[in-house]
């Protein structure tokens, strides 16, 4: 075959500016079992809805469309009972990471938009003005509960290299030993359109993931997943998930509410990178929120199933943007599959998209189907006249550094999914 190497031939691709991991501990490899696999402890785990009454450490996350009146200005009622039902929970001796969105929403009023911004940079703007006004409103509403709360901004970058990931981290964890409340969003008013979540879903997903949360709590504007769009008449509300199998047939869209991004499919995303770390994730509406965290049946249930492995795999695997395809002979699929090869120029047949050095792509087989995703180490300008060839005519024709791996392992999450898991 000799299309990929089971040894690592070079250095791992400095693609990330050389501290592309989260931790050494959390340091993506192919030895690691892939996220898609059950641990034998998690197999055999009786997960159930007591998991997030037992949770010491729980992410929360609200979504703009539960924070917002009719009218698509802040609802201060809203963020108040949400915040007597945290309050609770921090009294109860649960540490609480509070992940908001709401900050373009919080702007509209005082800027005088009578609808969220469409374009980028207005976004940013009003992110900024309404950041600050979302902020004092956390502080006084939790202030009335005696418990202090501290604001971090985070861009996708933070949760996903090393030496950004260790930093959030670490503020995080002195945070709540303090017996502070986090409040987290995006930083929308600096991220790039390039690494933006837009939504805050999967920031929550990697929130919980950095955190090492007992269970991740998604709060919106519907109170629960439904078989189909719930302005459809006849859709019902899925009690719970426990494997991919109860989503077939799942209609989901990426429409929001008025003030949401995302839709269901962003929340799913986040679900995918939350449960296959082994966190559990109940998602439910804003006004039943004390019945979720109190383990009680609302909304929708996801057992957890997978094994924590690191950030930067999970944002891989699920929220990164993939910016071209790289189509695999068998002999390379298979490889890849087996999880510990990198991939070479020879195992690649064609490419497709614009991409540079460093970006995202994915691996299809010869069927189109999605193997894997990975940080690719040349640009497509240049891939092209590499394929096919081996590791020594790329030395001899190209010169030194071209016999490169395209894809290094460190730097590639196997993403086709077994059917038995969600
Ligand atoms: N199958 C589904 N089940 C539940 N909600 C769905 C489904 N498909 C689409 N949605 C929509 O997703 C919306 C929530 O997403 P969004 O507006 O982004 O919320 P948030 O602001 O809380 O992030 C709901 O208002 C609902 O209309
Ligand atoms: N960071 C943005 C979040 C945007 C948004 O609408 O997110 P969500 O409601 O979670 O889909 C904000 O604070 O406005």
């Known amino acids: 075959m000799g299309v990929v190497n089971d040894q690592v031939e070079h250095e791992s691709p400095d693609v990330q500016g050389g501290d592309a991991n989260a931790s050494s501990a959390d340091q993506p490899s192919a030895d690691q079992p892939s996220s898609d696999q059950p641990s034998s402890d998690q197999q055999t785990a009786v997960q159930s809805r007591a998991q997030i009454a037992d949770a010491r450490r729980v992410v ?34 649960v540490e609480v990471v509070l992940v908001t969105s709401g900050a373009v929403a919080a702007a509209l009023l005082p800027l005088g938009l009578t609808s969220r911004p469409r374009d980028v940079a207005t976004q940013q703007a009003a992110a900024s003005v309404g950041q600050g006004q ?36 670490r503020a995080l964890e002195r945070l709540l030993a303090l017996g502070v409340v986090p409040i987290i969003n995006e930083n929308d008013a600096v991220t790039t359109d390039e690494l933006r979540f837009g939504d805050n879903d999967r920031l929550a997903a990697l929130v919980s993931h950095l955190v090492r ?17 719930p302005s459809r008449p006849g859709a019902r509300r899925i009690a719970e998930v426990r494997s991919a199998a109860d989503l077939a047939g799942i209609e989901v869209t ?7 991004t995302g ?4 929340k799913l995303d986040s679900v995918r990178m939350a449960t296959s770390s082994g966190i559990p994730v109940v998602l439910t509406s804003a006004p039943n929120v004390r019945q979720a965290l109190a383990g009680e049946d609302t909304g929708t249930w996801f057992s957890p199933f997978g094994k924590r492995g690191s950030a930067r795999a999970m944002w891989l695997a699920h929220a990164a943007r993939a910016h071209g395809v790289l189509t695999l002979d068998d002999g390379a699929v298979r490889a890849v599959e087996g999880g510990k090869a990198s991939l070479l120029a020879a195992g690649v047949t064609a490419v497709a998209g614009e991409f540079g050095a460093g970006e995202v792509v994915e691996l299809h087989d010869g069927a189109g189907r999605v193997v894997a995703r990975g940080v690719v180490s040349f640009g497509s300008s240049e891939l092209p006249a590499l394929l096919g060839r081996t590791t020594a005519e790329l030395r001899e024709k190209f010169g030194e550094g071209y016999d490169r791996t395209v894809v290094h392992r460190d730097d ?11």
Not at 213 to 229: H, R
């Open 60 to 93: 929360v996350k609200i979504g703009s469309s539960s924070l917002t009146q009719a009218d698509g200005h802040l609802s201060l009622d809203a963020l108040g009972a949400l915040v007597g039902v945290l309050a609770e929970r921090r009294r109860a001796g």
């Open 254 to 260: 990426g429409r929001g509410s008025a003030v949401g």
């Open 412 to 422: 590639l999450v196997v993403v086709r999914r077994r059917p038995s898991k969600v």
């Open 213 to 229: 949360a007992d269970a991740m709590v998604l709060l919106t504007d519907v109170d629960g997943l439904y078989d189909a769009p």
């Open 263 to 266: 839709g269901m499919l962003t």
């Open 134 to 169: 979302l902020i004092a409103r956390y502080t006084e509403a939790f202030a009335y509960h005696g418990i202090r709360v501290g604001q971090i901004l985070l861009t996708a970058e933070d949760t996903i290299r090393r030496s950004r990931y260790r930093n959030a981290q």
